[in-house]
């Protein structure tokens, strides 16, 4: 009795096509983008705390700017890949 080994493939490029180029460029626009989507809104939730020391102002408003900058993200992370282009 064999089981049946999985193979990943991608869509837009095979596994022996990928170059170290890539990967890095990819593993930075993806640093990028999670620093840009968590820091501001924990930034801001948490100078909001500290100054009205109101929990149901802070939340809102960190939620409402982490859920608005997920819906640019796609819009950050083609802007961000095209500053680490060559």
Known sequence: ???????????NHALDTLTPDFMVK???VS???AL???LPPLGLFIALLQTTENLLVAVPVGFGLHFMLIGLSGKISSALSTLFED
Do not use: C
């Open 1 to 11: 009795m064999t089981r049946a080994q999985t193979k990943l493939t991608y869509a």
């Open 26 to 28: 990819s593993a930075w």
């Open 31 to 33: 640093t990028a983008v």
């Open 36 to 38: 840009i989507l968590t």
